[in-house]
């Protein structure tokens, strides 16, 4: 074998090796990625049901249900919405202290095929003035909220389906 022929091999096998780990990186980076989704993202194209994902938005008035899970842990069932769209979620643990019904909400888990949203893990904002950045683009898309007319109106107010609409000569600010 020639010392060309030598270098070649060597340069393929580095090339390949190369190759080879540049491509177990990607495949182990795309498989841990979790994207940020609100409700309407949902209800315009579901993910796969093995994709984990961020849902967030928040947690609708009156919808928060607390029962004990069959292994004895405690549980809740809520629904997350961003004013257009609504998606049940269910969570086995102890919810966060601030975790609040009409307040902002982002939980990681899974979409089942039966539309319930299966969390794994439930963050809720951590003061009074906190809003996660998605939820506040989800409710400048949905109408609810117009950052050129001032802070963001009440949660309470986002909790409903059709954005409030003010009377004729009234701005938002």
Request: proline letters at 10%.
């Given at each position: 074998?020639?010392?060309k022929?030598?270098?070649?091999?060597?340069?393929?096998?580095?090339?390949?090796?190369?190759?080879?780990?540049?491509?177990?990186?990607l495949?182990?980076?795309?498989?841990n990625?979790?994207?940020?989704r609100?409700?309407?993202?949902i209800?315009?194209?579901?993910?796969?049901p093995d994709?984990?994902?961020r849902?967030?938005?928040l947690?609708?008035s009156?919808s928060?249900?607390?029962?004990?899970?069959?292994?004895?842990r405690?549980a809740?069932?809520?629904?997350?919405t961003?004013?257009?769209?609504?998606?049940?979620?269910?969570?086995?643990?102890v919810?966060?202290?601030?975790?609040?019904e009409?307040?902002?909400v982002?939980?990681?888990?899974?979409?089942?095929?039966?539309?319930?949203?299966r969390?794994?893990?439930?963050?809720?904002?951590?003061?009074e003035?906190?809003?996660?950045?998605?939820?506040?683009?989800?409710?400048?898309?949905s109408g609810h909220?117009?950052?050129d007319q001032?802070?963001?109106?009440?949660?309470?107010?986002?909790?409903?389906?059709?954005?409030?609409?003010l009377?004729?000569?009234?701005s938002?600010?």
């Amino acid at each position: 074998m020639t010392r060309k022929r030598r270098r070649l091999y060597l340069l393929l096998l580095c090339a390949i090796g190369l190759g080879s780990a540049t491509a177990l990186t990607l495949s182990a980076f795309q498989d841990n990625l979790v994207f940020f989704r609100s409700p309407s993202d949902i209800a315009r194209e579901a993910p796969g049901p093995d994709r984990a994902f961020r849902l967030g938005g928040l947690v609708e008035s009156g919808s928060l249900e607390r029962e004990t899970a069959p292994d004895g842990r405690p549980a809740a069932r809520f629904r997350v919405t961003d004013g257009a769209s609504t998606v049940p979620v269910t969570y086995a643990g102890v919810l966060p202290d601030l975790f609040r019904e009409g307040q902002g909400v982002v939980t990681l888990g899974k979409l089942g095929p039966d539309g319930l949203f299966r969390a794994s893990e439930v963050l809720a904002r951590h003061d009074e003035s906190y809003m996660p950045p998605e939820v506040a683009d989800a409710l400048k898309r949905s109408g609810h909220w117009n950052p050129d007319q001032g802070a963001p109106p009440p949660a309470a107010s986002w909790n409903t389906l059709e954005p409030e609409r003010l009377p004729p000569g009234r701005s938002g600010g």
